[in-house]
């Protein structure tokens, strides 16, 4: 079974740095892709930045600048640097992991999700 496993958030001022680090987990053969999403309260999840398994980025404009995503490579751990924090950064932010080949199948996985707030 895939498990992916975030760490790294908290409680930041404004300004601040966090680093936040999922580990995808399980008999895994290869990741197509591999990323990171947002959840405010009251909104819908939105993409923040994602990297494929040949190095690619894609950044949303609210964080270019700001965030950094590294990794995967045979570990299969993504990294998140996310710089310049900003009180409207304050979500969950969970791991996404797609195209995740096993021994028995395809499939696309979430983490349980890391709160990242952001005071002012």
């Known amino acids: 079974q895939v498990q992916l496993v975030e760490s790294g958030g908290g409680l930041v001022q404004a300004g601040g740095s966090l680093r936040l680090s999922c580990a995808a987990s399980?008999?895994?053969?290869?990741?197509?892709?591999m990323g990171w999403y947002r959840q405010a309260p009251g909104k819908q999840r939105e993409l923040v930045a994602v990297?494929?398994?040949?190095?690619?980025?894609n950044y949303a404009d609210s964080v270019k600048g700001r965030f950094t995503i590294s990794g995967y490579n045979a570990k299969n751990t993504v990294y998140l640097q996310m710089n310049s924090l900003k009180p409207e950064d304050t979500a969950v932010y969970y791991c996404?992991?797609?195209?995740?080949?096993?021994?028995?199948?395809?499939?696309?996985?979430w983490g349980q999700g890391t709160q990242v707030t952001v005071s002012s």
């Open positions: 990297i494929t398994s040949g190095g690619n980025t």
């Open positions: 996404n992991a797609q195209g995740v080949r096993t021994v028995t199948r395809w499939a696309d996985y």
């Open positions: 399980g008999s895994i053969v290869s990741i197509n892709v």
